[in-house]
């Protein structure tokens, strides 16, 4: 399997342009989650789906930030319009929920976006 | 709402010697798991070991292994034989019944030759 695919591995962009970070979970699984890392805050959760449904979005910073899951193997996170202290590296996870057991959540490689 | 505690900012150890990293926890929870990860510099998040609150065994994975205390809600992890791949950042994470994964802030582990 190839693992949790994200992309791009890095972005750069200006200020005030809508950035759209994309993630294809490994097949089979269910749960998919949108994290955050900076150097400030650590690694914080923004968003989690179960079976394409968003269940949790009080992650999410603010309305420019939103994400989608249209189907079970493609999710996208999009921040419109970004920001200087959007810049972080965001970290797409997947795993497989079966009956009341949550299964690992096994990480992409991230994407590195600095907005200048 | 849970939370994870990680008092140790960066950690140095020698090669071949012995280091553990402390983890702490608060939850009104009886059911959950406690997790390890690695990020190297490559940034990757690589699962470490897991721990399941139900099971008074400690995990050990090869050079890995933990010290669970759940009265204390204590989640420590110990790396023997260190080796310089070892250097990396370290976070325990708490995770509930709903899957959501809670962090601590990390501590960077050197290993020295």
């Known amino acids: 399997d190839a693992g949790v695919i994200q992309s791009p591995r890095h972005e750069v962009t200006e200020m005030g342009q809508e950035v759209t970070l994309r993630c294809k979970p490994i097949?089979?699984?269910?749960?998919l989650f949108w994290y955050r890392q900076t150097m400030m805050r650590g690694l914080e959760l923004l968003i989690y789906?179960?079976?394409?449904?968003?269940?949790?979005d009080s992650g999410m910073p603010e309305d420019r930030f939103s994400a989608k899951m249209p189907n079970a193997s493609f999710s996208t996170l999009k921040i419109q319009p970004s920001e200087p202290r959007d810049s972080a590296v965001y970290f797409c996870a997947s795993s497989l929920v079966s009956g009341d057991r949550s299964g690992e959540q096994y990480f992409g490689p991230g994407t590195r976006l600095t907005v200048t | 709402a849970q939370t994870v505690t990680q008092s140790q900012p960066e950690m140095s150890v020698q090669e071949a010697e012995t280091v553990t990293l402390s983890c702490t926890y608060d939850?009104?929870?009886?059911?959950?798991?406690l997790f390890w990860y690695k990020q190297p510099p490559s940034r990757q998040m690589i699962l470490v070991i897991r721990?399941?609150?139900?099971?008074?065994q400690n995990a050990t994975e090869n050079r890995f292994s933990v010290n669970f205390q759940k009265a204390a809600k204590s989640f420590s992890l110990k790396i023997s034989d260190s080796q310089l791949g070892d250097a990396a950042m370290y976070f325990c994470?708490?995770?509930?019944?709903?899957?959501?994964?809670?962090f601590g802030a990390g501590t960077i582990l050197r290993v020295k030759s």
């Open positions: 939850t009104s929870e009886s059911d959950y798991y």
């Open positions: 789906f179960n079976n394409n449904v968003p269940i949790d």
């Open positions: 994470a708490y995770r509930s019944a709903d899957g959501k994964l809670v």
């Open positions: 097949s089979g699984h269910n749960s």
């Open positions: 721990q399941e609150a139900y099971k008074q």
